[in-house]
């Protein structure tokens, strides 16, 4: 059953109005995949405050600083607060900052950050490390030794067992919040204690052998349903920002993440928001700036909603790399992507592939898009997808149906791959209202795919392809200045604006 997405101001805190500005750029309802009825959220009452003992200077704290740990009293907080309240991190005399280690949600409570405050992650490994009696100890912070690469094609990796916990963890806990105008700054940039490489510079490291390497994550979520995060602005995760799995309800509205914030620095597999194996997901009127997939949609999720949205740096709407059981029911409507890798990517192989269908894109603007669009069986753990089938053995097979594209403006040239595995998987597109300026046939690849075109097409040439292409059943109307009343109504002029 489709349910409606709902916008609507509540006019309670000052705030509020860079979220009335976003809101001004949808219609008041829209048809969404989320089941649920999704309205803006509310910001509880606390239950405490607690007052910021340290203080940042551009962003950073002072190595005096880095044995000041909070971590005690919030989760103290956190620990005894009232179910439908929250523990809220202020700025006091001047001190704007929190250094913590691990923390554990708890069912009902919400962690408020206010404007100013920075809430930043340890650097010291040991701190994240998992213990559990079949944990090897000192991974957290390391690239596995003697441990096999992690190449296709298994999801599950042999190897030591352990590694790091996340930086906040929400587990079988309920109506969970992450709220306020404040910051949480994963520190990816800074060197670890007792080493002499930063989070990410590990992560560069192990990529040439595609070694297995042990990081924390920023937000992990894990049977969460109710899970919020609102107005929360993400900096510098060392990994994943938000990865949230066998959920029922999950919201993220007015998210800011921004990874690097240093422009120029390397933070490799930094994706944005990651749902997996949940249903009634939201993501709304967020920014993501990052270094891999701003919203990369893992496998076994379905009815989820991606709903007017800006990408910047990173790899841009994605699904896979794993599908293997499922991802359905999915729309992206009202998304702008400036200088993403690619825009509609849709990305696995015969080791890790599976069923995608029912995705509707609609109403999007790119520009500096390498690949707007990308549905492909030929994943190969790269950044942007080769053309060709890189013949992977495997019985884990992609296949892609029920596919909508429509009202898709790209104002500069990119490759666009449409491809199914083989006759038996042909992938299976409609494109409605698409148009990729200056792309040439020789820009445009594909294999064993349909390609249906709604009344307004697309100015896409398959000629130089062996994609079959269906022609639309129906021609536009044109209105009187000879353009269709569709290509009228949709338009990128004043979509691309500065990173929020």
């Not at 690469?149 to 992450?178: E, L, M, N, T």
Request: glycine share 10%; hydrophobic share 35%; proline share 6%.
């Amino acid at each position: 059953m489709m349910g409606k997405w709902i916008g609507m101001r509540t006019g309670e805190d000052k705030s509020c109005g860079v979220i009335a500005l976003l809101l001004l750029t949808m219609a008041a309802t829209a048809i969404a995949q989320d089941t649920r009825q999704v309205t803006e959220p509310k910001i509880p009452q606390s239950c405490v405050q607690l007052s910021a003992q340290l203080r940042s200077v551009s962003d950073k704290l002072t190595e005096s600083d880095e044995s000041k740990l909070d971590t005690t009293r919030i989760q103290s907080a956190l620990d005894k607060c009232k179910p439908g309240m929250a523990v809220e991190l202020k700025p006091s005399s001047g001190n704007n900052a929190f250094l913590s280690g691990p923390l554990e949600m708890r069912s009902g409570v919400t962690l408020l950050i206010d404007e100013g405050v920075t809430l930043f992650g340890s650097r010291d490994a040991a701190l994240y490390e998992v213990k559990t009696p079949d944990a090897t100890p000192g991974l957290c912070g390391t690239i596995a030794v003697g441990a096999p690469p992690a190449v296709f094609p298994a999801p599950q990796r042999p190897g030591p067992r352990g590694g790091c916990r996340p930086f906040i963890s929400i587990v079988d806990a309920k109506d969970v919040g992450i709220m306020g105008d404040g910051v949480i700054d994963g520190r990816g940039y800074a060197k670890i204690m007792g080493k002499a490489y930063s989070w990410w510079e590990m992560a560069r490291k192990a990529e040439p052998k595609n070694e297995r390497y042990f990081t924390t994550r920023m937000i992990v979520a894990s049977h969460a349903d109710g899970l919020v995060l609102y107005r929360i602005t993400l900096h510098n995760s060392t990994n994943f920002h938000v990865s949230v799995n066998q959920t029922n309800g999950f919201t993220a509205w007015g998210v800011h993440l921004l990874t690097p914030t240093t422009k120029g620095t390397d933070a490799r597999n930094t994706d944005g928001i990651d749902p997996g194996s949940s249903t009634n997901v939201t993501v709304a009127h967020s920014w993501i700036d990052n270094g891999d997939d701003n919203i990369a949609i893992k496998t076994g999720t379905t009815h989820m909603s991606v709903l007017d949205n800006h990408f910047y740096s990173g790899h841009g709407m994605s699904i896979g790399s794993e599908t293997f059981s499922g991802d359905s029911y999915l729309l992206v409507d009202g998304l702008t992507e400036d200088n993403t890798t690619s825009g509609i990517r849709i990305k696995s192989n015969v080791t890790r592939g599976g069923p995608v269908h029912d995705l509707t894109y609609q109403n999007i603007c790119m520009r500096g898009v390498k690949n707007p669009i990308a549905i492909s069986p030929y994943y190969t753990n790269q950044t942007t997808e080769g053309f060709e089938d890189p013949k992977y053995t495997g019985d884990r097979i992609p296949d892609y149906k029920a596919i909508t594209i429509r009202n898709v403006i790209d104002t500069t040239p990119g490759d666009v791959l449409i491809a199914g595995l083989n006759d038996d998987h042909r992938t299976e597109v409609t494109l409605d209202g698409v148009k990729i300026e200056g792309t040439t046939p020789a820009q445009v690849h594909g294999h064993f795919a349909t390609v249906t075109l709604g009344p307004l097409g697309t100015n896409l040439d398959f000629s130089a392809t062996d994609i079959k292409v269906v022609p639309a059943k129906a021609a536009p109307v044109s209105n009187a200045s000879g353009a269709t009343t569709k290509e009228a109504a949709f338009t990128c002029d004043g979509k691309f604006v500065p990173m929020q």
